[in-house]
């Protein structure tokens, strides 16, 4: 059987087909070439790769200065929160101290008080040293109290420590960054550590630059506000102790002068009671010595006149008569006598009721030592007081301290940074 043929026509119209595919494939041939050609030229020459690598290497080190800019800005503010915590620790550690040195004024204060309270009788008077030292003591408890509020709130300021824990986290996320950046900084197509990576182009779910800078501005603000209101507590205690202190001293001082003027009144009332006694009771006993003195010079007189009389009443006879010279003598001269001895007896009977100011004298004797007794713990207070005012006192007691510490648990946080 013989084949299918084709035509003249058909075989040139396959012909002119191949012809027209091949003259295409040699035009898209060429252009791959020229456009090789022209890739491989620009590649041999570096210029596209040398400029991407260096505006890449700017960009990195801007990223670099930047990140440097901010870690210096949160080491700067850490070294400030630092200092800040010192410095209220210190003011606590002060005002622990004043607190501490509270407690011999108020032991003072109390002992004063508990020695008037042994005086006895009517030197038993709530006076003006009894309301001065309840004042001192009411003082002290109140100046223990805000001494001691202030010193709670400066323990338990943890405002300052949470800020000085966002600021080392930040600020060591900061130095890993820029370890990071540094160490791509000093890269080249020669070092030996870079290779070809899987999926280096993806994009770490992290923050935005605008996040990122909020975040680091945002612990710099709380660490600012912490620290404002660390200085703010600080010039609050540093203010109450001042004020506290003057308001002791003058109390002490007020104390003390109603203490020394209420001595002196005890010791003129002492001094004159006494000089009244002693001076009243001598002149009455001299005044008896006299009176006695006399009523013994005229009682001889007396006997002699009485015994004359008598006598002349034995004359005998006509003898017994009433002279006018010798027996209106006697008799004028007895009644004389009497009278006088008896205004003597008189005198010496009242001045005799001495015996009562004796009595008097007992009572007053021991009001006089009722007042010898307030007067000697006047001044055993005012000894006592001394201690107030001593150089071995002034001071106080030291209390043990109890720093603030920052998020590592020490009171300085050094950071290297490079």
Known sequence: KPSLRCGVSEWNNNNL????????????????????????????????????????SRR????????????????????????????LTLSKELTEQALAATATPLE????????????????????????????????????????????DEAFQQLVLQEARHQLTGDLQNKMEALDIDKS?????????????????????????????????????????????????????????????QNELEAERRATEFALRKRSHHEEQARDELQWQMEAEIAEMESDIR?????????????????????????RPGMDLCMDEQVQHSLVAEVKQLEATVLA???????????????????QMLQDLSRKQEALSLEQRSLNTRTRLTSGSNTVGVVAPV?????????????????
């Not at 200065?65 to 010192?86: F, H, N, T, Y």
């Not at 003597?344 to 007992?362: E, F, P, V």
């Not at 603030?404 to 940074?417: D, H, I, K, T, V």
């Open 184 to 244: 791509c900084l000093t890269l080249t197509i020669t070092s030996p550590n870079i290779s070809m990576k899987t999926n280096s182009t993806r994009i770490p779910s992290a923050s935005t630059p605008q996040e990122w800078v909020q975040l680091s501005n945002h612990n710099v603000v709380q660490a600012e506000e912490a620290m404002r209101v660390s200085q703010q507590m600080r010039e609050d205690m540093s203010l109450s102790r001042a004020q506290l």
């Open 108 to 151: 003072v204060s109390t002992e004063c008080m508990m020695l008037r309270e042994g005086r006895r009788g009517y030197e038993l008077v709530t006076d003006p040293v009894q309301e001065q030292l309840q004042k001192e003591v009411e003082l002290i408890e109140r100046v223990q109290q805000t001494l001691q509020q202030h010193i």
């Open 290 to 314: 006299e009176l006695d003195a006399d009523l013994q010079a005229k009682t001889a007189p007396l006997k002699l006149a009485h015994t004359r009389l008598e006598n002349r009443t034995r």
């Open 344 to 362: 003597l007896q008189q005198k010496l009977s009242k001045a005799h009721s001495l015996q009562n100011m004796r009595l008097h004298h007992g």
């Open 60 to 87: 990195l080190t801007e990223r670099v200065w930047d990140v440097s800019r901010w870690r210096d800005l949160l080491d700067g503010c850490a070294q400030k929160v630092d200092e800040e915590m010192d410095a």
């Open 402 to 418: 109890v720093p603030l510490m920052n998020s590592c648990g020490r009171g300085n946080l050094q950071l290297m940074a490079e």
């Open 17 to 56: 087909q191949l012809w027209a595919e091949a003259q295409q494939q040699r035009l898209v041939s060429s252009e791959i070439r020229q456009e090789c050609k022209s890739l491989r030229n620009e590649t041999h020459c570096k210029l596209q790769t040398v400029w991407d690598e260096k505006e890449t």
